[in-house]
């Protein structure tokens, strides 16, 4: 079955921690991107890729990192910076030819310690 | 810049009653247009879109809406929800400073009681 895997599904953090939450996609897309959501606030942007080895920054990207080394997995880590870090992150995918159709995965709820 | 503007933050309906989700959007380029569901900890499904052509679009699962250039809407329709309606549904449209990458609406909770 082709989807969007993200794991863990829960993830704790202890203050001044990094931690890594994995998105990993079979369907082929060229284009990735994570999203924060927290309650009444809809989906923020805080990164997207486009491209292998290609990344820029959403709307608030300020405290977060990415890599794209591989088509099928773009990680996300919250670094310490990242004051607030505590929601549910959503990973999505999508190609080009689907008109900005984007398909996400099941989600990651971090919560700080 | 292209935004989004949903109405309602929570709708509560009876099961069986008819619902609309308002949806506006701002947008000098050509637009399509998203509805996703989402339900209790989960991510977001897509439930339909306008791309082009006829201005009525349907999901499977019943649900319906209306691209509404004049009036720049888009809302959601359903003449007869269900208990499973229940979720938080998201209208997204695409977003020019972003490569034409959605943006997303804040949500609208519809709570369907029994």
């Known amino acids: 079955d082709g989807g969007i895997t993200q794991s863990p599904k829960y993830l704790f953090r202890k203050e001044g921690q990094n931690v890594t939450l994995s998105c990993e996609q079979n369907l082929n897309h060229d284009a990735m991107y994570w999203y924060r959501q927290d309650p009444g606030q809809g989906l923020r942007l805080i990164y997207y890729?486009?491209?292998?080895?290609?990344?820029q920054k959403g709307d608030i990207a300020e405290g977060y990192s990415v890599s794209r080394e591989k088509k099928e997995s773009f990680p996300l880590t919250v670094t310490s910076a990242q004051k607030n870090p505590t929601a549910f992150y959503l990973c999505?995918?999508?190609?080009?030819?689907?008109?900005?159709?984007?398909?996400f995965g099941p989600g990651t709820r971090l919560l700080v310690l | 810049a292209q935004s989004v503007t949903q109405l309602d933050s929570q709708v509560p309906v009876f099961e069986e009653a008819p619902v609309e989700l308002r949806c506006n959007y701002s947008s000098s380029v050509s637009v399509y247009l998203f509805w996703y569901v989402q339900y209790p900890n989960q991510g977001l499904q897509l439930l339909l879109k306008?791309?082009?052509?006829?201005?009525l679009v349907e999901s499977i699962n019943g649900f319906e809406a209306e691209f509404n250039k004049s009036q720049t809407s888009f809302h959601l329709r359903k003449p007869s929800v269900h208990i499973s309606d229940t979720a938080e549904y998201f209208c997204a449209v695409p977003r020019m400073e972003y490569g034409n990458k959605l943006v997303f609406g804040a949500g609208t909770i519809l709570r369907v009681k029994s």
């Open positions: 306008y791309l082009s052509g006829s201005t």
């Open positions: 999505a995918s999508s190609n080009p030819g689907e008109r900005e159709t984007q398909y």
């Open positions: 890729s486009q491209i292998v080895n290609d990344f």
